[in-house]
C-alpha cells in the first residue's frame, strides 16, 4: 500500500507574494497621480492618448509572477500541473510529476482528425534501491462514451528539462509520430536508479476532443494508472507498473 501526498501548481498573474502586492499597489497609485494630472494639462484628445500609453506602460512593467514547483516566485512557467508523492509500507518514496498541455494542433491518420497534446512526466526514485518501469498503453483507448477515443504514441525522442519552455516541449515533426509507426516506441521500460529520475513525453492523439485536457499518472499498490480529462470526459487506463528490485 502507498500513501500519497499530492501538489497541484498553477501560474499566478502578478499575484502571490506580500512585496510583490505591494510592488503593484505603488505602481496602480503613481499611475493614478499622473493620470489626474493629465485631465488639467491636456485637451480630451490629447488626454485619450496620454491614458493610453500610461495603460501600455503598465501593462509592459506589471508582467507576469509564475510560482515554481517549490512555491516560490519564477520569472518563467514550470509547466507543472500536479506532483505526488508516493510512500510504501516500506518508506521507500517515489515522485511522479506531471505537466500541462502544449499543443492542440491537428494530425490526419486514416481518414480521422485528431488533435495532439504534448505531456512530460518524471518519476523520481527516492529510495535506496533501484525501481524498474514500465508502461504501456493499449493501441485505442476509449473515454465514457465510444463518440471520442484516443492513441498514446510514445517517442524516440528523449525529453530533457532544458526543452520545458519550448514550443511543444521541443518535440517535432508530430504528425509522423502517428502515421508512421516505425517513429513509436510500443512501451517504455527502464531502470531508475536511487535518487535518479527518468523524463520522457507522453504525445497524445484525441478524436473529437472536448477542451480543457489534462493528464497524469496514479499509483495504487503497485500498479499504474493514466487519467486523462478531456472537457467533461474522463478516463483511467491501466498502463502498467512500477517494482522496486531489492
Known amino acids: ?3 500519497t501526498r499530492e501538489e497541484r501548481f498553477q501560474f499566478l498573474s502578478v499575484r502571490g507574494a506580500k512585496n510583490d502586492k505591494k510592488v503593484i499597489l505603488l505602481k496602480c ?6 493620470w489626474i494630472s493629465l485631465q488639467a494639462l ?33 520569472p518563467k512557467r514550470d509547466w507543472v500541473n500536479t506532483k505526488v508523492i508516493y510512500t ?22 486514416n481518414g480521422k482528425e485528431y488533435n495532439y497534446f504534448i505531456f512530460w512526466a ?35 525522442t528523449k525529453m530533457t528539462f532544458d526543452k520545458v ?12 509520430l502517428l502515421n508512421i509507426e516505425s517513429n513509436q516506441l510500443k512501451s517504455l521500460k527502464c531502470r531508475v536508479l536511487p535518487k535518479n529520475e527518468y523524463l520522457f513525453y507522453i504525445p497524445i492523439f484525441i478524436n473529437k476532443t472536448k477542451w480543457p485536457v489534462r493528464a497524469e499518472f496514479i ?16 478516463v483511467m487506463v491501466p498502463c502498467g507498473g512500477i517494482n522496486f528490485l531489492n
Open 88 to 109: 510504501s509500507s516500506t518508506k521507500r518514496s517515489t515522485i511522479f510529476t506531471n505537466s500541462l498541455p502544449k499543443g492542440g494542433g491537428l494530425v490526419h491518420h
Open 122 to 156: 518524471s518519476i523520481r526514485n527516492e529510495s535506496d534501491s533501484p525501481l524498474e518501469l514500465q508502461i504501456k498503453f493499449p493501441k485505442l483507448n476509449f473515454f465514457n462514451s465510444d463518440k471520442s477515443h484516443f492513441k498514446v504514441a510514445f517517442t524516440k
Open 42 to 74: 491636456f485637451p480630451i484628445t490629447m488626454r485619450v492618448l496620454l491614458t493610453f500609453i500610461l495603460f501600455l506602460l503598465y501593462l509592459n512593467s506589471s508582467g507576469k509572477l509564475y510560482l515554481n514547483s517549490n512555491r516560490q516566485p519564477s
Open 29 to 34: 497609485n503613481l499611475f493614478y497621480v499622473l
Open 165 to 176: 519552455q519550448d514550443f511543444d516541449y521541443g518535440l517535432t515533426d508530430i504528425p509522423s
Open 219 to 234: 499509483l495504487k499498490d503497485k500498479k499504474l494508472f493514466y487519467k486523462i480529462t478531456a472537457g467533461t470526459d474522463s
Open 1 to 3: 500500500m502507498y500513501s
